[in-house]
C-alpha cells in the first residue's frame, strides 16, 4: 500500500461515525449487513449514513451489493489487512526481542445460519 493510500483510509476510519460503522462492518463478517441494519444500529439519519458510507467506499475499506432492495455493505478485508501491513511493515525494525510481531491478516467470520 502507498502512503497516500494509507492516508486516504486512515481519514475516512478518524471520524467516530465512520470508525463505528466500520467496526460493526468487521464484526459482521462476509455477510456484511444491511444499510437498514446499520441505521437501526448507529441511530444515524439516512443522509449521513449514507454520507459516512460514500467516504468509506471511497476510501475502500467498504465495498456494497444491491440484493433487490436492498443495499448490503461489506468490509473490505484485503484493504484493512493491507493497510494494518502498512502500518506495521517496519514494527520495531524487524526486531522480534523488541516485543513486536509480524502482522496477522483478518479473515471474515462466516455468520452461522
Do not use: W
Request: with cysteine.
Amino acid at each position: 500500500m502507498k502512503s497516500t493510500d494509507a492516508l486516504t483510509c486512515l481519514s475516512a476510519l478518524a471520524q467516530e461515525h465512520r470508525l463505528n460503522l466500520y467496526r460493526l462492518l468487521v464484526q459482521a463478517g462476509e455477510e456484511g449487513m444491511a444499510v437498514g441494519e446499520l441505521a437501526a444500529a448507529t441511530g444515524l439519519a439516512g443522509a449521513t449514513l449514507t454520507n459516512h458510507l460514500h467516504i468509506l467506499r471511497r476510501a475502500g475499506m467498504v465495498g456494497d451489493e444491491r440484493r433487490g432492495r436492498v443495499i448490503q455493505c461489506r468490509a473490505n478485508y484485503p484493504q484493512m489487512n493491507a493497510l494494518l501491513g502498512f502500518l506495521t511493515e517496519n514494527c520495531c525494525a524487524g526486531s522480534a526481542a523488541a516485543g513486536c510481531a509480524p502482522a496477522t491478516t483478518c479473515q471474515p467470520a462466516r455468520r452461522k445460519r
